[in-house]
């Protein structure tokens, strides 16, 4: 049996290796995502994941002050809004607000596109840019940091508002945009990944730099979890086709966030377990059987031959053809 501990952000953090995704499939508060939210830190969830867009941190902030566990033992994600890329330290205040706390442990840019109040997409050349926003990324994790040198390794550590600071939906293109002028490289990368969208050319970048990858929707929304391979190898470990997708991602050096309201699967997620080399190989190949290389998500457009929330998948960056970089808004 795998250990779900945590990996180490480039700040030197901990983050927990599996945590629970907060989208609902809707916008808004609900009692489900509350009861959801109590429950899995009740069977030992220690890392929430939620996002402004998603108007339920009000419920998550209430679930955990109500479990009673002390804020500093739950790593807390939200993210930035399109809508407040030009007002970055406004929006987390907001969002600090609605979870009912100090600080959130990482703050992520939700998508590379910036969107006006009225909705209207901005192009990428339109401010604010990605490399504007940033940089309010930025100012926001440098308000309370602190270095600290143990053992002769020298971290950067937030005391502020956002602990760490990251992205998410960026491909190797729109992270090359901002990394050109970034003061501070992005934590965590949150993209759409499991074993029909493995993205090895955006895991190995990340990798590269220091940027930890977390896969939301790593279970496929259950789409692929009857696959023969996936069966066989479930059934040669005595466990649930769910843990196998799950264990694939962690081992492979990823986060994993998945969503079930349902009480036993939270249980079940919480328990990966050790793949061979063979297995491991054999999950990575699985996109490459006719029809199974593809995004389950379903914000996709054919607009202009592909397209997300204004943007063409080449501004994006996004190549959906057998190999290629693609990711989703969890």
């Known amino acids: 049996m795998m250990s779900t501990n945590s990996f180490i952000l480039n700040t030197g953090k901990d983050i927990p290796r599996v945590g629970l995704g907060c989208w609902m499939g809707h916008v808004g508060d609900s009692q489900d995502v509350g009861e959801m939210v109590r429950t899995a830190l009740r069977v030992g969830y220690r890392h929430l994941d939620t996002a402004s867009n998603y108007g339920n941190e009000r419920s998550v902030g209430l679930a955990l002050k109500e479990s009673g566990i002390p804020r500093r033992e739950v790593f807390i994600t939200t993210k930035l809004a399109g809508e407040d890329h030009g007002r970055v330290a406004q929006a987390l205040q907001t969002s600090l607000a609605n979870l009912q706390t100090d600080y959130v442990d990482l703050f992520l840019v939700h998508w590379p596109q910036a969107f006006t109040e009225t909705g209207k997409t901005l192009q990428p050349e339109e401010s604010p840019t990605i490399s504007e926003t940033w940089k309010q990324m930025e100012e926001v994790f440098r308000a309370g940091n602190i270095i600290l040198i143990l053992r002769r390794c020298t971290h950067s550590y937030s005391l502020g508002k956002a602990r760490a600071i990251g992205v998410s939906n960026f491909s190797v293109k729109t992270l090359t945009t901002l990394l050109e002028h970034a003061h501070v490289v992005p934590a965590v990368n949150q993209v759409e990944m499991h074993p029909c969208l493995p993205q090895p050319p955006l895991l190995a970048f990340c990798r590269d730099r220091g940027i930890l990858i977390t896969a939301y929707s790593p279970i496929g929304k259950n789409k692929f979890s009857t696959d023969p391979l996936v069966v066989k190898i479930a059934a040669a470990h005595a466990a649930k086709e769910t843990q196998i997708l799950l264990s694939w991602g962690v081992q492979r050096g990823t986060c994993v966030i998945p969503k079930t309201t349902k009480e036993e699967r939270l249980r079940d997620n919480l328990v ?43 501004q994006l960056g996004w190549d959906l053809a057998l190999g290629g970089v693609a990711s989703d808004s969890a």
């Not at 054999?282 to 204004?310: I, K």
């Open 272 to 314: 990966l377990v050790e793949l061979s080399s063979e297995e491991m190989t054999a999950l990575d190949n699985l996109h490459l059987s006719p029809g199974m290389h593809r995004s389950v998500c379903g914000f996709h457009s054919t607009d202009l031959g592909g397209s997300c929330f204004g943007w063409i998948y080449a």
